[in-house]
């Protein structure tokens, strides 16, 4: 990375900050606040200018003091508002050693959903409620108080707040004393946090209620919700709880915070935010009916608290040095919290779910228009667009890839030695390798950089000598669109081999770090797997022999996650061309005896986009032949829970109802989706949460305007926050032109959330039917919705767009882009782009052919 010095968008490195003094108080009702705060800092070498971060900020008034406490003021204060920062000047120069940086300022609690904000809300009586909260990451902090804001400035901080007397307030810290002011205002005062990153500053004021702190190994866990909503709270503590006792016990190192809060905010851009001590989060990822309650709700739910706490160690106790590094964070938090779910409740087997995880990553990974893992960040923008699936989900592929090749245990013991060694630090990604090469006396380094600052991966071909005895491995850069030139990109991929012989099955381990090798076995194979436990970051192609002996015992010889990777992998060959949809088709119909959740998964996501490229007669065709393969398994499942169902057969049911009714299409099954969907409305209790959950999606697909009505009705007055979420997503899927208007409209009205309008508007771009009507509304309103809905959500609503692929459509979508942009997320707008391409040349590849063959 390029010498911070050379950044225009990093401050000096001279002045160097050790603690915060923040005195704030907000006004709810005039959506302002006003502060003060007091920065003592190191001023490392003589200067008559100290530079700050401030953005939307008026600052009153500044000055410093020195050492015995002499006053120095300031002759100007600048203010740079496309830098974001403010300069103070002196009128002569400041000697190097200790000062105080002093300054009062004003701010307005803003809609934007970042750094300090509004949120309105209203509860079951109908009475509506503000709230002022925060949220800093990447660069918000100097949203709310003047200050460095960048990741290496570590400091420690002391709030306190001004909050009228019926307010609740919750910051980092734990509370020192509440003292009323005589006046309708009450000042609370918290505790002094450990160092940490201006980033993870939080304090929340609000009508809030907590519940009684759980006793987690002497460490107070809350949770802290909107008045009335209690009841909502048990699931979120228990998982919490389990997350930090594991977690605590994988680090080997204490929670590094006094207390835990885990706050539920009405209006909130992320998901959830690792704020230390008072992570922040939506309520639909917190709040939640366990009774109620889909599996992957509730998956959800577990798995985005234990993202936040496995950072209260990995991004708080230690932080990356500049945003560069901010991948590993956050990859490192979805790679533990999946550990953690795991543990949690071992029946979702949560380590094959992730293999979904892996997919989309690849999916993205596949396009010319990738990037690596790590580059470079400059500005607040760059910062911003980091959070993608190559962050998160190739991020922590490709840690779950390091790990199984080493050893969960190495990994682990690595893991501990970094975070002891630099805790309460900084550091850069080479940090983590070394740590973990001197546990292991692995090349973690060279194998890792491999990954971290290439872009793309591998496809690994597998082919077999004649007798047997000797499997070729070869490595190629894998492209859904070949370029004009070859790629001559190499990785160190880490390959664990499952190998059948007639004396059983062996374990084969080699580090491919050329472009092929000749791997010698023991005995000769009867079959092999490339990617035994489907850990490895690439896909796997096998010899036609090898494919043949693979698939021919598949069901007795892989495992589901492995599976779950022919299945993918053979659908990425369709995608790049090299496998025509015909020989999908006949592929798929050898998984009718399938029972496994997340196979059927992907299969059914590869079943929905090929039935995209049908319509009349062959649609018909497909749909029968939809119906041969799902219907027997649903018939072993059965439509009735059963006491015996494990979390992933109740998950699964409802996927075979989808799947049936939607893409099957089936009248049995549509009609047996309405009753129980009038069963749920008439006693939710009646129906099992994964069957209701299928049902509402078959009722909207299939619905006319009167069951939009009674959508409508569920959605504005849900019982859960999962409930909300589920008629509010329903409503994209009516096809009829004027319900799609109406939902349309409330996305841009007030009605729906600014935090899920953009979201909303990305699965209505998605509707089959009325998809480009969408795009259409989208385009109309562009100024509109950039300037109301957070920027981080933009280029996120635009990822339906990769459904429009019909005649037409691509081109008008991307024209448009030609002279319309989305800073926060330019590469990921090129990738969706180009995504949509790619599917638009999968229908002019496919369509006819695949409609000869249903038909013929």
Excluded at 779 to 802: A, C, H, Y
Excluded at 829 to 839: F, G
Aim: aromatic residues 10%; proline residues 4%; negative net charge.
């Amino acid at each position: 990375m390029p010498d911070a010095s050379s950044n225009p968008h990093r401050l000096p490195s001279s002045v160097v900050p050790s603690h915060y003094r923040i005195h704030l108080e907000p006004d709810l009702k005039a959506a302002t606040f006003s502060g003060s705060v007091e920065i003592e800092v190191e001023v490392e070498q003589a200067t008559d200018n100290i530079q700050i971060n401030s953005a939307e900020l008026e600052i009153s008034s500044a000055s410093v003091l020195d050492a015995v406490g002499a006053t120095i003021e300031t002759s100007e204060v600048k203010h740079d508002e496309d830098m974001e920062r403010a300069t103070l000047s002196f009128d002569s120069e400041l000697s190097s050693g200790p000062y105080t940086i002093v300054a009062e300022f004003t701010g307005v609690l803003n809609d934007q959903l970042r750094g300090f904000y509004k949120s309105v809300f209203t509860d079951d009586d109908g009475v509506e409620h503000t709230i002022a909260t925060t949220q800093f990451e990447s660069t918000s902090a100097r949203r709310a108080f003047p200050c460095f804001d960048e990741p290496a400035f570590k400091a420690s901080y002391g709030v306190t707040l001004v909050v009228p007397e019926g307010e609740f307030a919750v910051s980092n810290g734990p509370t020192v004393y509440e003292k009323d002011l005589g006046d309708g205002r009450k000042e609370i005062l918290f505790e002094d946090t450990m160092v940490m990153s201006t980033y993870l500053v939080a304090f929340i004021v609000g009508p809030f209620e907590a519940t009684d702190p759980v006793d987690v190994d002497g460490v107070p866990l809350r949770i802290v919700h909107p008045i009335g909503k209690g009841h909502l709270t048990d699931y979120a503590l228990e998982s919490g709880a389990f997350a930090l006792k594991f977690f605590t016990e994988y680090y080997g190192i204490p929670y590094p915070g006094q207390k835990l809060d885990m706050v539920a905010v009405p209006d909130f851009a992320f998901g959830a935010m690792e704020n230390l001590g008072c992570i922040t989060y939506r309520e639909v990822l917190l709040l939640v009916d366990k009774s109620r309650s889909t599996e992957p709700e509730l998956l959800r739910v577990a798995d985005v608290i234990a993202h936040e706490i496995a950072h209260m160690w990995f991004g708080d106790l230690v932080t990356m040095e500049w945003w560069n590094g901010i991948w590993l964070n956050e990859a490192f938090a979805t790679f533990m919290a999946t550990m953690s779910s795991d543990r949690f409740n071992s029946e979702w087997g949560r380590w094959n779910q992730f293999s979904l995880e892996r997919s989309m990553a690849f999916d993205v990974d596949s396009l010319a228009n990738t990037r690596p893992i790590e580059v470079e960040v400059n500005s607040p923008e760059d910062a911003e667009a980091m959070f993608d699936l190559l962050t998160y989900e190739k991020g922590g592929s490709v840690l779950r890839m390091l790990e199984q090749y080493l050893g969960a245990d190495e990994f682990k013991d690595g893991i501990s030695y970094y975070l002891n060694k630099h805790k309460y630090g900084n550091t850069e990604t080479n940090d983590l390798w070394d740590a973990i090469e001197h546990v292991t006396q692995q090349p973690a380094r060279r194998i890792m950089d491999s990954w971290i600052f290439q872009k793309g991966y591998p496809l690994v071909s597998a082919s077999i000598s004649d007798d047997s005895s000797t499997i070729t491995l070869s490595q190629d850069r894998f492209l859904y669109t070949e370029g004009e030139e070859a790629d001559t990109t190499v990785w160190s991929v880490p390959v664990v081999m499952k190998v059948g012989t007639d004396s059983g099955v062996a374990e084969v381990r080699y580090l491919l770090e050329e472009r092929s090798a000749e791997i010698k076995l023991e005995s000769p194979a009867v079959w092999a797997s490339a990617n035994a436990g489907g850990s490895g970051f690439f896909r796997a192609r096998y010899s036609p022999e090898m494919l043949k002996a693979l698939s021919s015992s598949m069901f007795e010889n892989l495992t589901p996650i492995e599976r779950y990777g022919l299945v993918d992998d053979t659908w990425s060959s369709v995608m790049a061309g090299r496998t025509s949809a015909t020989d999908f088709l006949d592929f798929a119909r050898g998984f009718q005896y399938e029972t496994d959740l997340d196979v059927w998964t992907v299969l059914s996501g590869c079943l929905a986009s090929l039935a995209k490229l049908v319509d009349g007669e062959a649609e018909r065709q497909y749909k029968a032949a939809v119906c041969d393969l799902a219907q027997p398994a649903l018939d072993r499942l059965g439509w009735e829970p059963s006491d015996g169902d494990s979390s992933r057969d109740l998950e699964l049911r409802g996927l075979f109802i989808r799947l049936l009714a939607n893409i099957g299409d089936d009248e049995l099954a549509v009609k047996n989706a309405f009753d129980l969907h009038d069963s749920y409305l008439n006693d939710a209790g009646s129906v099992e949460p994964n069957v209701a959950a299928a049902a509402a999606g078959v009722v909207a697909l299939k619905g006319d305007s009167a069951q939009y009505e009674v959508f409508l009705k569920k959605y504005q007055n849900p019982s859960t926050p999962q409930e909300e979420r589920r008629y509010q997503s329903a409503l994209s899927a009516f096809q009829g032109q004027n319900e799609m208007k109406r939902t349309l409209a409330m996305a841009l009205d007030g009605t729906v959330r600014t935090q899920d309008a953009p979201y909303l508007l990305a699965v209505c771009v998605r509707n089959k039917e009325q998809g480009f009507l969408a795009w259409e509304f989208i385009k109309d309103n562009w100024d509109k919705i950039n300037e109301d809905f957070p920027s981080n959500s933009i280029v996120r609503m635009l990822s339906g767009v990769t459904s429009l692929s019909g005649p037409g459509q691509a081109d008008d979508v991307i024209s448009f882009f030609d002279d319309h942009e989305v800073p926060q997320g330019h590469l990921t707008l090129q990738q969706t782009l180009e995504k949509l391409r790619v599917n638009v040349a999968l229908r002019d590849r496919e369509s006819g052919p695949f409609a000869s063959s249903l038909t013929s």
